[in-house]
């Protein structure tokens, strides 16, 4: 069974930062390319990162330059280190990850963002 849990959310003033981490099970983490979303209310989830399994890491440009992802695939973990956070980056934040027939999403961690 694929589960994927995410920690990591909070509240945190303008300029913040946050570290979200995402723990994977039942999967070949390894080998898998992962990702991170997020939402908002009465959006589509928007692509904010991922990686692949050797490393290659792809931003959305709204965050690149202030985020950053990685692994541990010794802890099946996935991190979105979040720096100089901002209003508009308040969101629920998702962990995702594509497994061809079947594509699993984490439960989500809500950020905020305010002063």
């Known amino acids: 069974q694929v589960q994927l849990v995410e920690s990591g959310g909070g509240l945190v003033q303008p300029g913040g930062s946050l570290r979200l981490s995402c723990v994977t099970s039942g999967t070949s983490f390894s080998s898998d390319v992962m990702f991170w979303y997020r939402q908002t209310p009465g959006k589509a989830r928007d692509e904010v990162a991922s990686?692949?399994?050797?490393?290659?890491?792809l931003y959305a440009d709204s965050v690149r330059g202030r985020f950053t992802i990685s692994r541990d695939n010794a802890k099946n973990t996935i991190y979105l280190q979040m720096n100089n956070l901002r209003p508009e980056d308040t969101a629920v934040y998702y962990c995702?990850?594509?497994?061809?027939?079947?594509?699993?999403w984490g439960q989500g961690t809500q950020v905020t963002v305010s002063s």
């Open positions: 990686i692949s399994p050797g490393g290659r890491t």
């Open positions: 995702y990850v594509p497994l061809g027939r079947n594509n699993y």
